[in-house]
Each structure stands twice: as C-alpha cells, then as structure tokens.
C-alpha cells in the first residue's frame, strides 16, 4: 500500500502573511516527521465547508487564526479545558474520535515568557491589556503561574469586568485612566492597537524596575514597545517567540513529539 504523506494547515482570513508553514516545516525536519503543512484560505462565511473539504482529503489537522477562532470552537466535537476557558480553539485535530479543539496560546505565551525571555511570573503584577480574543485566551495559563495580581484593563470597562468575573481568582478590571499610580513587573499588549499603529492611553510610570513590556504582535516594533523603551521599561518584547511556542504545542498535540523551538526562533530573528 502506498504511504501517504500526513496533512495539516492553518486556515484564515487572510491567510497569506502566516509564518506557520515555515515554522511546522522547520518542526517536521527536526523531528524526522512525514507531514506537509499548508495554507488555507476560508471564505468569511466558509469556515466550516473549508474544513470539511480538508478533512475529507485526508487532512489531520489545522490551526485556525482571524477570524475564525470562535467559529472554530462551536465547531470542534470535543474541547480540552484550556480551550473552553478560552472560549476560543487554535487548534484543531482528526482522528477516529472526532474534532479535538484546543487553544494553544497561553500555553506558548507563557513558555516564552518563562523559558525563552527568563521572567518568572510566581509573585509578580502583571497587567493585560485589551478584552478580545487574545486576552481571554491566555487569562488562565497566566493565573495558573501564580501571580500576586493580574489586572486586565481595556477602554470599555465593562467588557473587562466580564472576563475577570468568568476567571475569577482575584482578577480586577480597570479602564485606562484608573491605571495612574499602579505599577507592575509585566505589562503585556493583547489589544489590535498595534495592527493600527496606535497605543492605549497609558500612564508614563507603569513599570516597576526590571519589568517587562510584551506586546504580542510581531515582525515591527510596534508603538506600544516604543513606548515603553522611552518609559522605564527593563526589557521589551514582541511577539514572535509566543507564536512558535504556540506553534510547537499544536505540533506536540498532533504528532506526540515536542520539537526545539529556540532555532526556529533564531531563524526567524535573522531573516
């Protein structure tokens, strides 16, 4: 019987800027794994026949980013509890059980932060910003590091004051303006005012000494890290180390081998 090659992709809208093909193909060399790894671009209102299509041509799994990650969760048979926290799936995998759903970015983010950046989060403040998708996916394995306080601040407070009822655990909520006076270890950018070239309305003295400012976007500095170089921030990051770990949990879940990201992080450093 002929082998067939196994099957994967990322799918989204639009699809065309993601790295994850050459971030996998870079896992599936590591590890000696027989895989190729694609990109799928969905319709806006054709998540669901995109998949299917892919899974029905053999497909084992796919990532899924904008837009389609809530649409991704009403659709996954079965949930790690990591993705109903998130209310959101990353990832997806097929096997003779169905559509296993998972969200793999908190996981990635905090393995940047405390492997590949150093930063203990045990003890520390850390303030999120923003309310959306990427903020509610990474709330729970930020909580499960043991912070003496996380606060989520966004412009509209009361969507802010919903996550932290739903996470609980001591979270608070704050607009922007009552941020004056707090100051905090770790402040992390999960808000799309990057993607703009904007910055939310911050006070100058946020960061406490040695702190660090994460924002999660990638590939520029975004205004938000240059802001936070000019204002007291230790240490400034983006966030592109968060992706391939993210990316390195999704391939742990479909092929059962955990691969080096430190390289891959490296390569996509130099280019």
């Known amino acids: 019987m002929r082998h067939m090659t196994d099957r994967y992709a990322v799918v989204g809208n639009p699809i065309a800027h993601s790295k994850s093909p050459q971030i996998h193909a870079e896992f599936a060399r590591q590890t000696g794994q027989d895989m190729v790894y694609e990109r799928l671009l969905a319709p806006l209102d054709g998540f669901a026949k995109t998949i299917e299509s892919f899974r ?58 405390t492997s590949n950046l150093k930063q203990a989060l045990a003890g520390k403040r850390i303030l999120l910003m923003g309310a959306g998708g990427a903020a509610r996916g990474v709330i729970g394995p930020l909580l499960a590091e043991h912070p003496t306080a996380l606060l989520l601040a966004n412009r509209t407070l009361d969507k802010a004051q919903l996550l932290a009822d739903i996470f609980g655990q001591g979270m608070q909520a704050s607009g922007y303006k009552t941020l004056a006076g707090q100051h905090f270890d770790l402040v992390i950018n999960a808000t799309s005012a990057s993607l703009q070239g904007e910055l939310p309305p911050l006070p100058v003295d946020l960061f406490l000494p040695g702190a660090l400012a994460y924002d999660m976007m990638y590939g520029n500095e975004t205004p938000f890290m240059a802001w936070a170089r000019q204002h007291g921030a230790a240490h400034v990051a983006d966030g592109l180390g968060m992706l391939v770990e993210q990316a390195a949990e999704s391939f742990y879940l479909w092929r059962g081998v955990r691969p080096a990201t430190a390289s891959v992080i490296r390569m996509f450093r130099s280019a």
């Not at 993705?83 to 393995?111: I, P, Q, S, W, Y």
């Open 56 to 113: 029905s041509q053999g497909g084992k799994g796919v990532n899924i980013t904008v837009p389609f990650k809530e649409e991704a969760f009403q659709y996954a048979s079965n949930k790690t509890a990591r993705a109903v926290a998130a209310g959101a799936v990353n990832t997806l995998k097929f096997d003779e059980h169905g559509m296993l759903g998972d969200n793999t970015d908190g996981a990635g983010l905090v393995r940047d932060l």
